[in-house]
């Protein structure tokens, strides 16, 4: 069973930065593909950000490319993103997903464990 944290969202305003921590416990990080996935009210859920077990590839959706950041410390079990240069449309809570054993996953259904979510809200 792999347990899943999120922490660090918050108000800010266009322009400014967030940073998010996703705290993993359980099961084998380094072995795990992580992802960012967001749900603004009334839309479903969209792919943000994802990368291997190891760190060594991300994919980013075209929303959120050359803005966000994503990265993990294996050692701290932590995966995070950084977000720059925020935009009152990237307000949604934010979901960090774990999928057990696979490399570099972008679609939610096949991930395996999802955290509760933090909101991020971005003023304009």
């Known amino acids: 069973q792999v347990r899943l944290i999120e922490s660090g969202g918050g108000l800010v305003q266009a322009g400014g930065s967030l940073s998010l921590s996703c705290a993993a416990s359980?099961?084998?990080?380094?072995?795990?593909?992580m992802g960012w996935f967001r749900q603004a009210p009334g839309k479903e859920r969209e792919f943000v950000a994802a990368?291997?077990?190891?760190?060594?590839?991300?994919r980013y959706s075209d929303a959120v490319r050359g803005r966000f950041v994503i990265s993990r410390d294996n050692a701290k079990n932590t995966l995070y993103l950084q977000m720059n240069n925020l935009k009152p449309e990237d307000t949604a809570v934010y979901y960090c997903?774990?999928?057990?054993?696979?490399?570099?996953?972008?679609?939610?259904?096949?991930?395996?464990?999802w955290g509760q979510g933090t909101q991020v809200t971005v003023s304009s």
């Open positions: 990368i291997t077990g190891r760190g060594s590839a991300q």
């Open positions: 359980g099961g084998d990080f380094g072995r795990t593909g």
């Open positions: 997903a774990a999928a057990i054993g696979r490399f570099i996953v972008l679609e939610a259904a096949e991930y395996d464990y």
